[in-house]
């Protein structure tokens, strides 16, 4: 039995305000209903609440946002956290830089580089980026879900790393 098929693999989506990209990200993969990942999201400097933007596009492509809120990332840190996380996916520049690399556990860290739809300021060029945002997360998550499960802790980041750069 490989070593990703024991448990679902716990996937933490990084972002600056966990209000756009890393929520997205986290509802696509959950949506997925893999027996390989479960999704978490959590941000540096949380927002209070999910922007509208972020529900109505989530809510217009049949997902349940009811439980999907900002989150810090501090809480799934601690090395008492209850959700032990296995892999993180940095989505920001500023989740990257502030990522801790002494996380416990030892988990996978990748970035994918996805701009942040609610830094845009007009509102038809905010909603263009949402529905951009939303289709490059949909794909890598779409081409993670398809791959074969990894062997290794090697291979899986190989795998995310090559998902980022390339999808």
């Not at 990703?4 to 933490?12: D, R, S």
């Not at 209000?19 to 990942?37: D, V």
Request: a neutral charge; proline letters at 5%; aromatic letters at 8%.
């Amino acid at each position: 039995m490989g070593f990703m098929e024991q448990k679902a693999l716990l996937v933490l989506f990084l972002s600056t305000g966990n209000a756009g990209r890393s929520l997205l990200a986290e509802a696509l993969l959950n949506a997925k209903k893999s027996s390989l990942y479960r999704a978490h999201s959590a941000g540096t400097a949380p927002l209070e609440s999910v922007p509208l933007e972020t529900k109505a596009l989530l809510e217009g492509a049949g997902f349940d946002t009811l439980k999907l809120h900002p989150k810090r990332w501090q809480d799934f840190y601690a090395a008492n956290s209850l959700v032990p996380v296995d892999v993180i996916v940095t989505l920001s520049e500023e989740a990257k830089t502030l990522c801790p690399l002494d996380w416990p556990g030892n988990p996978v860290v990748t970035h994918w580089a996805v701009d942040d739809p609610l830094a845009a300021t007009r509102a038809d060029i905010r909603e263009w980026k949402f529905l951009k945002c939303f289709s490059v997360l949909d794909a890598r998550i779409e081409a993670l879900s398809r791959e074969r499960p990894a062997r290794s802790w090697a291979e899986l980041l190989l795998k995310l790393r090559d998902i980022g750069m390339v999808v």
